[in-house]
T-cell receptor, first 111, second 112 residues
């Protein structure tokens, strides 16, 4: 299994509070990604990183920010959580030109 | 953006039966991945296949990039094959990142 750890695995938070999800990898891969999974939509790309401090937006980036200060860590932040951000969040990693591998997911509920 | 359509959306099989899942996509792609999401939510890599055919045990996949579709074959299905199968196409941006665009999946239920 690819060495990807997401934390926390489950979180319940209140509307309007900030939330940070963490993805940690032990593979030293260049690329890291955050996706969200919602019923009827499959998975959709939120943001991705192509190196330390290098990030770009995906399909559904509104309301999210990311940071990557070290190769192994990629953080996803919801500055002010909304109910529409209730979802399952997956982190993925890939090396140059290779397939992506996914973490186990974080189930986030915003009440 | 690119559209990815999977069919059928749901499939129920008797254990031991064979099945074919289809993935159509609307534009040229750099590569294609098939995943199995098990009942615990884990995404398991099955194939990374830009074109041609690959086989892994009872599973095989064929991608015909020029016609913009891919097929996943499951033979002699087992109850452990149950779950959701996702097709995801790879669009490689200027950064070299392999950004994935997913279909909505085929939910497979194998009954004993």
């Amino acid at each position: 299994d690819a060495g990807i750890t997401q934390s926390p695995r489950h979180k319940v938070t209140e509307t309007g509070t900030p939330v940070t999800l963490r993805c940690h990898q032990t593979e030293n891969h260049r690329y890291m990604y955050w996706y969200r999974q919602d019923p009827g939509h499959g998975l959709r790309l939120i943001h991705y990183s192509y190196g330390v401090k290098d990030t770009d937006k995906g399909e559904v980036s509104d309301g999210y920010s990311v940071s990557r200060s070290k190769t192994e860590d990629f953080l996803l932040t919801l500055e002010s959580a909304t109910s529409s951000q209730t979802s399952v969040y997956f982190c993925a990693i890939s090396a140059v030109g290779t397939e992506a591998f996914f973490g186990q997911g974080t189930r986030l509920t915003v009440v | 953006g690119i559209q990815v359509e999977q069919s059928p959306p749901d499939l129920i099989l008797q254990e031991g039966a064979n099945s074919t899942l289809r993935c159509n996509f609307s534009d040229s792609v750099n590569n294609l991945q098939w995943f199995h999401q098990n009942p615990w939510g884990q995404l398991i890599n099955l194939f990374y296949i830009p074109s041609g055919t690959k086989q892994n045990g009872r599973l095989s996949a064929t991608t015909v990039a020029t016609e913009r579709y891919s097929l996943l074959y499951i033979s002699s299905s087992q109850t452990t094959d149950s779950g959701v199968y996702f097709c995801a196409v790879v669009r490689r941006g200027f950064t070299g990142a392999n950004n994935l665009f997913f279909g909505t999946g085929t939910r497979l239920t194998v009954i004993p």
